[in-house]
């Protein structure tokens, strides 16, 4: 006799329950916080939108990303994952992280989801710690999300969208609270702060900039010290792993070679009289038919090719440090000069092919993809070259149709000129010069950031369209800031407003025949008893309030800062 199991109910049980109900309150609360959104960014949401579809059809378009030269020597580094002598390699170390779903789709998605959080960051940090009206807190993010060589840019395998996505989260949690920071979270800000030295070799001075920033707002020595302290860390530990492979404790060994090619468009030995060791570093070439910088770098006319076995070691780099010292304490003239030359090329109404054809095709959307290069060749198995090696399959971009021909258009016509940046920095400058009894007041953090973006490369190497595009939500925000409500700037504003406003009031009247009282304004009758302040001010969907009352409604914080 066989015994049957008794049959299990067919009841639902707890168990099989217990997810489903939660889902309710779950998508009641995802419903409120999306009312939440539209009711109080609406616009800012309608304008996010297209911003990402432009990206989705960049990735749809050139599949699955964008080449640059640079791109392969990172990708390299990753594969043989070492760190490379010429740039500091903390993008290699990120793709090494994602190089197990061998996937460029999945860096280039990211990278342009880091484009989009910097513009949330722009307009977040203008509405909710300036209370800037919606329009203008918008229109602050429209560069970064909507700039055609931005999204090319976050495009590419690059590091720059990364090193830009760190830089404005930093600058966000600095200014975020009207009281300040705390010390854990200035510790947080120096450790994005070291993340961002090690991603590009810009990041380190900047670190200078927060410094002093923080000691102009007077911030206690704990948070500085914090700031300085976590920033310090990674760049110490990058500098150690670096000594271990290259002998030497720095960042790379490439920055007296840079800084030589700088100085190399103006430099004479005649004035600069070189010790002996530094003599080869020397040209005939007159200086107004030598070739733009960066030929004493990566071409064979360089004298530092005569240093065995490469440029990029630490003898020869001390070498070309010194000389460039030496040139720029014998001419300084000319060293300013340079460096201004090149600032000055940031702020032009059309972009250039600089530095040259190729190089510049490179920052475009193209009709094919930039092949491999030579010095990526390797025998790695079935792969013939680091770029197929990191994806196991197939590097080259894949250009398809229509998707490609569409966002070649849109950067073809919609991108921000220099002149537009440069307007942005002077408006954000002339708010500061206002506020000049609070040495510029906020705005002096991100509009420092901004202007030295394009003056450090242009001091340290050359100049290149690549080093702008980041700069310019800084200087966005720095324009925000400075004329923002309870500042020089905005008090300012809503005086030009108020006399524009008050001049359009009057209207003149025509005296009548026969009375003797000379043209009034065509006021309500009293009206000239009563002072202006106390005159009421009608707000759309909030009602009739004294002016200056306080209205901490959606609807009047919408309003441009003069609240008319």
Not at 483 to 502: E, K, P
Not at 533 to 548: I, L, N, Y
Request: aromatic fraction near 12%.
């Amino acid at each position: 006799m066989r015994v049957v199991p008794e049959a299990t109910s067919r009841a639902p049980s707890a168990r099989r329950a217990w997810p489903v109900r939660p889902s309710g309150p779950r998508a009641a609360g995802l419903r409120s916080l999306a009312a939440r959104v539209w009711s109080g960014h609406r616009l800012f949401v309608i304008v996010l939108v297209p911003a990402v579809l432009l990206r989705a059809d960049a990735e749809l378009g050139y599949r699955w990303q964008a080449w640059f030269n640079d791109s392969f020597e990172y990708v390299a580094n990753t594969v043989h994952f070492s760190l490379d002598p010429t740039r500091v390699s903390g993008y290699s170390v990120w793709l090494k992280i994602l190089q197990p779903f061998h996937s460029y789709a999945l860096i280039t998605i990211l990278q342009h989801l880091m484009g989009l959080a910097v513009g949330v960051m722009v307009y977040a940090l203008a509405r909710h710690r300036y209370l800037a009206p919606a329009w203008l807190a918008t229109l602050a993010a429209v560069p970064v999300l909507y700039d055609g060589f931005e999204i090319q840019l976050e495009h590419l395998i690059l590091s720059d969208a990364l090193f830009l996505l760190v830089l404005m989260l930093a600058t966000t949690l600095l200014l975020w609270d009207p009281a300040g920071p705390s010390t854990r979270r200035c510790a947080a800000i120096g450790a994005l702060l070291g993340l961002g030295a090690v991603l590009r070799s810009i990041g380190l001075p900047l670190l200078a900039v927060f410094a002093v920033y923080m000691i102009i707002r007077r911030f206690g020595w704990r948070k500085i010290a914090a700031t300085v302290v976590f920033c310090l860390l990674p760049v110490f530990t990058y500098a150690g792993i670096f000594d271990l492979e290259h002998g030497q404790f720095a960042m790379s060994n490439a920055t007296g070679v840079f800084l030589y090619s700088r100085v190399m468009t103006f430099a004479e030995c005649s004035k600069i009289h070189p010790p002996a060791d530094e003599l080869f570093l020397c040209t005939t070439v007159p200086p107004d038919r030598r070739p733009i910088a960066q030929a004493y770098i990566w071409t064979p006319q360089s004298p530092l090719d005569r240093m065995p076995p490469t440029k990029f070691s630490p003898v020869p780099n001390q070498l070309a440090e010194d000389f460039a010292i030496r040139a720029i304490e014998a001419q300084p003239l000319g060293y300013a000069r340079a460096v201004w030359d090149d600032t000055w090329m940031v702020f032009g109404w059309k972009r250039i092919l600089f530095p040259q054809a190729a190089t510049y095709d490179e920052y475009l959307f193209g009709n094919h993809s930039l092949p491999v290069p030579v010095w990526d060749r390797a025998h790695l198995g079935p792969y013939t070259s680091y770029a197929a090696a990191y994806v196991q399959g197939n590097p080259l971009t894949q250009v398809v149709n229509p998707f490609a021909i569409t966002i070649r258009i849109w950067q073809r016509y919609v991108w921000l000129p220099g002149t537009i940046y440069g307007l942005i920095l002077l408006a954000g400058l002339g708010g500061m010069v206002l506020a000049w009894r609070r040495v510029g007041g906020e705005a002096l953090l991100p509009w420092t950031v901004s202007f030295a973006m394009v003056v450090i490369p242009a001091a340290t190497a050359e100049f290149d369209y690549r080093y702008v595009l980041p700069a310019v939500p800084f200087a966005c925000l720095a324009a925000v800031i400075a004329f923002s409500r309870g500042t020089a700037g905005g008090d300012l504003l809503r005086r030009l407003a108020a006399g524009i406003g008050g001049r359009r009031e009057v209207a003149v009247v025509p005296e009548t025949p026969g009375s003797a009282e000379s043209p009034r304004s065509a006021e309500t009758p009293g009206s000239a008893e009563t002072p202006r302040s106390a005159e009421p001010v009608t707000v759309p969907g909030a009602g009739t309030s004294p002016a200056g009352a306080v209205d901490a409604s959606d609807d009047e914080r919408d309003l441009p800062a003069d609240g008319t």
